[in-house]
């Protein structure tokens, strides 16, 4: 059997096909921005793991700024704002805590990443705007929301 060049490239796209639990999945090569996209989100979420600015500077623009929705009035404060109240250390039941990036895509030089942050008291969405400015992804806006887990 022979395979169309087409075909071969296709497959040439392809890393690996994965079995989990009996099931496949078929996984691609990232490309550099995306690679890229999710370094700054794990810059983020290292900045909650650790409680260091240092990491969420990497993350955001300078000029970024955070909403969210607070008894349904609309709230805001700049990522300088939210990066001053990083504890400069991780949170007491830092262990408990899960963090994961569920979703990048990418399109020129514009990005959005979804992040989910399961928390002992509280579970959050985070929707970041990622931009490429001076050949460096950064988060230029969040939106999030805030469901507090019940005790």
Do not use: C
Not at 82 to 110: F, H
């Amino acid at each position: 059997m022979s395979f169309s060049r087409r075909h071969v490239g296709f497959t040439a796209l392809a890393i690996a096909l994965v079995g989990a639990g009996g099931g496949a999945a078929w996984m691609f090569a990232p490309t550099p921005d995306e690679v890229a996209v999710r370094a700054a989100l794990d810059h983020y979420i290292q900045g909650h793991a650790t409680g260091d600015g240092a990491h969420m500077r990497l993350a955001f623009n300078p000029a970024a700024r955070l909403f969210w929705s607070n008894a349904d009035t609309l709230a805001t404060r700049t990522a300088d704002e939210y990066i001053a109240r990083m504890p400069g250390k991780p949170a007491a039941d830092e262990g408990a805590r899960k963090r994961r990036i569920e979703l990048v895509d990418v399109t020129g030089n514009a990005a959005v990443g979804k992040i989910v942050l399961d928390y002992p008291d509280a579970y959050i969405v985070d929707y970041m705007s990622l931009l490429k400015t001076n050949g460096e992804w950064r988060i230029i806006n969040k939106i999030f929301m805030t469901e507090m887990k019940k005790k």
